[in-house]
């Protein structure tokens, strides 16, 4: 979407009265999203609330909170959150009714009815919005650049309340539907509408989509001969439009697989060597088989099988040794962490909890925009430069992944702290113990059977994990004591893993108040939450890197350690020191979960 004029209702420095600045916003506001204006009623609001002047400061505040509200189809679905609903409310109302400016007496009824709970006024409330809605775009048609994307975000909300509100919703589509297509919009915009309504094609009626399918041609026509990217797009747009159509929508992946076709064959012309145009080759060959065409698809395999061999497949060469800075900072983090983690007898649970956990890597949601490295695109080739694999999963099988970097330096660091903890006793089956019993809830909180009587004794976890811990440093301490000595961990992973899972659940129920682990099945019995769910569920408690690190040790995002124990997945081999060691780290996390750490030292470095 183009880029919205950075207008504001305050010069640099410039001090006006709250009088003054409500006026401005009155003759200046003409779009529907200008958030701009917020920064200058919290400019004001500051001042205010330096004066003493809180009433003021406290009604600026709210306009500024009202100014941030983004109001778009994607705002229907994530709302904003406002310290005082009832207020909020109070104050909309009263400014929908003292506004003269049209614009800003529709934008407060939708921050209002989209953004707060729902009442007995949401109806009348949509009823109104609907109405002024259509008026607006009636009135400005969308032929006006410099109001196009308040019309288009006018054109998404109107659809979507009118149809959520059963409210007027044929006149909106019919209205957006004429616009669009006298031909006089600006072609952006009516590329815009159509992006939105190739996401949301339910919208309309399969004749309506007839017509929308008359636009998507129009807008072809227009980018076929200078845009191949933009060819692409409004070809992905079509397609399902076509489908609600009933009509045949391997037309449009025709077009498509034609468009990257030639691309295809235009990059080998400037260069038979590039490995992007096997790539490109390979998707139109998909287009081709979704479209049907047989011959096309015979075509496009004869060129692969002509081409692929010129291809140069791409290297990467690192100049990062351990001699250079980078590994020398690494090498002595590595040396200095143990270390530090030990020098204090008391806490050495605790940082081991803390520092040795790696930081979640990036993740990219609808809201965020994606990084550098998930705009490019990855393949893999086998040993005859066939491809493999397209898009893979995002941050899942890069070519170069820096968590499982990470998990390896931890690794490392890890093993060490171990090593040197069992050498020097502070970490043992003994200390290990004390600190569960004594310092986490695995054995401050006693837990009972059903069968048991009212007056029965509980039971801890720690009769849980025991066996597990127990046959672990006996094993290390052999080990220790003769190098030869393989240690076999195959009993105490197997136990600690499956143990996971029902500590989880425990915490979980013991919660005040509890946290369900159950919900309600489609054939209407009630069933256990997925570990990875049960997961997601205590990251409160755990913190956001922690709970990651869990899914990733136990779930499939990563190792899939609990998985694989459970059925016989893994071999002998994968019975690592480094896997057990995890899964203890990963015990420590599930044991302080809503406990508070000593605040008498830093625990962490």
């Known amino acids: ?37 917020a ?9 205010a609330e330096a004066n003493g002047d809180l009433a003021s400061a406290a009604r600026l505040d709210l306009e500024r909170a009202a100014q941030l509200v983004w109001l778009s189809a994607h705002g229907l679905t994530h709302f904003h959150s406002w310290e005082d609903p009832v207020a909020a409310a109070h104050y909309l109302e009263a400014r929908k009714a003292e506004t003269t400016n049209g614009m800003l007496r529709l934008r407060y009824a939708l921050v209002w009815l989209i953004t707060l709970p729902k009442g007995r006024h949401t109806g009348k409330l949509a009823v109104e919005a609907v109405a002024d ?3 607006w775009l009636r009135q400005d048609k969308g032929e006006h650049e410099a109001t196009q994307e308040t019309y288009f975000e006018l054109v998404e909300l109107g659809l979507l309340l009118s149809r959520q509100y059963r409210c007027r919703a044929e006149e909106v589509r019919q209205t957006v539907l004429d616009y ?38 129009q807008i072809y026509e227009h980018y076929h001969a200078e845009d191949r990217y933009m060819v692409q797009m409004v070809c992905d747009a079509a397609i399902p439009l076509a489908a609600r159509a009933i009509r045949d929508a391997r037309r449009w992946h025709g077009l498509k697989g034609d468009s990257i076709k030639a691309h295809a064959q235009r990059r080998y012309t400037e260069d038979p060597t590039d490995f992007v145009v096997q790539t490109l080759l390979n998707d139109a060959l998909n287009c081709y088989h979704a479209a049907g065409d047989k011959q096309q698809v015979q075509a496009v395999e004869k060129l692969i099988s002509a081409t692929k061999h010129a291809a140069r497949l791409q290297t990467v060469e690192l100049d990062f040794t351990l001699d250079g800075p980078e590994g020398k900072f690494i090498s002595a ?6 270390a530090w983690i030990l020098e204090d007898s008391g806490l050495v649970f605790w940082r081991l909890r803390y520092n040795l956990v790696p930081h979640r890597p990036g993740t990219a949601t609808v809201a965020e925009k994606p990084e550098l490295a998930d705009l490019f695109r990855h393949v893999a080739f086998d040993r005859n430069r066939n491809i493999t694999t397209r898009h893979q999963d995002q941050g899942r099988n890069l070519p170069f992944r820096p968590y499982e970097l990470m998990l ?6 890890r093993f060490e702290t171990f090593a040197q903890g069992l050498q020097n006793g502070q970490i043992t089956y003994a200390t290990t113990l004390g600190f569960l019993r004594e310092q986490t809830w695995l054995g401050q909180m006693e837990f009972q059977r059903g069968q048991d009587a009212a007056d029965a004794p509980g039971y801890t976890l720690i009769s849980w994990v025991e066996p ?12 220790q004591q003769d190098k030869e000595y393989q240690p076999d961990l195959m009993l105490c992973i197997d136990s600690l893993t499956l143990k996971m899972e029902a500590i989880l659940r425990h915490f979980c129920r013991a919660l005040d108040p509890p946290i369900a682990t159950n919900r309600r099945s489609k054939s209407g019995d009630q069933q256990e939450l997925t570990l990875e769910e049960v997961i997601q569920a205590v990251e409160s408690y755990s913190g956001s890197d922690a709970g990651y690190w869990l899914r990733y040790v136990f779930t499939k995002e990563g190792w899939n350690v609990r998985n694989n124990v459970a059925h016989g997945f893994m071999s002998p081999k994968d019975y690592s020191v480094t896997m057990m060691q995890a899964v203890i780290l990963a015990l420590f996390v599930l044991a302080t979960l809503h406990i508070a750490p000593p605040d008498s030292h830093p625990l962490e470095n």
Not at 39 to 47: E, S
């Open 468 to 479: 597990a811990l127990r046959s672990y440093f006996a094993e290390m301490e052999r080990a």
């Open 1 to 37: 979407m183009g880029r919205r004029s950075r207008e504001r209702l305050l010069e640099p420095g410039e001090e006006v009265t709250a009088t003054a600045l409500f006026a401005r916003l009155e003759q200046q506001a003409c779009q529907l999203n200008a958030r701009n204006f």
């Open 133 to 135: 809605i259509l008026a």
């Open 333 to 338: 983090w590595l040396r200095k962490m143990p």
């Open 39 to 47: 920064a200058d009623f919290n400019t004001l609001r500051k001042t």
């Open 180 to 217: 669009l297509l006298n031909g006089r919009q600006p072609v952006v915009l009516r590329w815009w509408q159509l992006q939105f309504f190739g996401k949301h094609p339910d919208l309309f009626t399969p004749a309506e989509c007839e017509r929308l399918d008359i636009v998507a041609r």
């Open 408 to 413: 390896g330096l931890y690794g490392h660091m």
